[in-house]
């Protein structure tokens, strides 16, 4: 959905999104990171199971919330990509482990 | 990175690090007072200088000149030695001025003999119908992604509504080159008869022929459709089109990849309204505004808001309300402390506070936009629309409290940021009762999502475990 400007400059990070690598950039975060690798959504809802997208980027509407590393329940958008992370779409509520 | 450890007292802790909690840090700390900022972002600037420290775009490019005043603010509050903690988030503050702060590692208390509150602004809300689907973003986001990461949207893109930072935005993607397709601005035609008594003092101000340059350079280059009384966006699980109607002509249609919505912002009032402080309905700006004293001290003793999140009067403004607001601080703890720099501020803000008004009433977002009908969604989290909204207020529900009771509305993870003025207005405009009437969402910690393991984790007392234990 997004596209990265010719002229800016940034060191690569890799990452996994569902299992596929992404080459995001040094500075993106997460939510950032999953509109340039061109995913339609983040998550699904825990009501209805419509798809959400990032929708303000700051921390807000918690429409970015993502799995991270395993952790479910992150804000996609307060989060700065890291070397090797593992980002999975949220399907509906965060499952608690028992 | 947070090197250093959070401790458990200071003198002042700070809220948000853009323009007023950068410079109100470097005031307090300057004055050897032990301060820290907290802040939620991952580097320091707040929403309107993002990433300044951080961007991959050099200075003299496409953001414009302005942005780059909050580099040399950083640079001013690293040097004065106050500590800046990233990634925390405050999910509770209370009377007494006891913090409670979640960084990535765990959760903590803390006291400060002072607060300053520099909560920035939030995106006021824009319920038109399609407002959830993927593709549909702030204009504010999309601005984020620009300062951060270098992205802007791939295909055709729309921005709508109305306020300055829509055509900012609009300006600085001509700057780098990126095309618009249209740019639908909601601005309501009879604005500009309620304006007239305050154009003189806009013409006068700082605004007047900033603005001046960047309409005209972004009307000579995008398809700007003005008048807009009707919008909203449809697609399957995804934005596919835009539509939209300009009074009583022909509804027309767009075939889009991304629709960019902005009507403004509203002061972030969440942390401030737990801690019980007293906010009142504002009719120009339409938002609860924090009751203020002359030096920015609130109704709470020892907490003072300065920025945006107590009204909106831009950047300049809110670096200078910061100033203040870290000169009242210093005084107050140090009496012989030699604080400087508030003739200067006050100075300032009077003068970034001339054209305000007429701003404020210029874009006044349209009530269709404000108070929505039938299928559009309210409340993003909890997925409760204004149909529901609607029947709960016919039944004779009071307020937005009850209404949660009913619907769960503003009950979801947000908080009711998204959702927490409309809700307000569609009750004032039901029962027939003013805003201020109606009141809004009552708040309490934890004001941001912790989750219960961390919040059994910190200290208890023996008192404490009395309370809950099981005879």
Known sequence: ?98 | MNTQAIRDHYDVAIVGAGPAGLAAARVCADAGLSTVVFDEQPSPGGQIYRSVTATPFKRGTILGEDYWRGAALVAAMRASGAQYVANASVWSLTRDRELGIATGGGVQLLRARRVILCTGAIERPFPIPGWTLPGVMTAGAAQILLKSSALVPQGRVVLAGCGPLLWLLAWQYLNAGRRIDALLDTTPNENRSSVLPHLAAFLFSPYFFKGLDLLRTVRSQVNVVSGVTELRATGRGKVEEVVYRCGARAEQRLQIDTLLLHQGVAPNVNLALSAGIEHRWNDAQLCFLPTLGANADTSVEGIAIAGDGAGIAGAQSAEQRGVLAGVAAARSLKSAATVTGETQARAQIARYQRGRMFLDLFYRPAKQFRIPRGDTVVCRCEEVNARQIDEIIALGCPGPNQMKAFLRCGMGPCQGRFCGLTVTEMIAEGRGLTPQQIGYYRLRPPVKPITVAEMASLPKTAADLKAVVRV
Not at chain 1, 10 to 15: S, Y
Not at chain 1, 49 to 65: E, I, K, N, Q, S
């Open chain 1, 1 to 98: 959905m997004f596209q990265r400007l010719p002229d800016a400059s940034a060191t690569p990070v890799r990452i996994s999104i569902e299992g596929e690598p992404f080459e995001a950039r040094e500075g993106d975060t997460v939510a950032a990171a999953l509109l340039a690798a061109g995913r339609d959504y983040c998550r699904t809802t825990a009501i209805s199971g419509t798809l959400r997208a990032p929708y303000c980027m700051m921390g807000v509407c918690f429409d970015c919330l993502v799995s991270i590393d395993g952790v479910a329940n992150r804000q996609g958008c307060l989060v700065r990509v890291r070397e090797g992370m593992h980002v999975e779409i949220q399907r509906g509520k965060r499952e608690v482990a028992t």
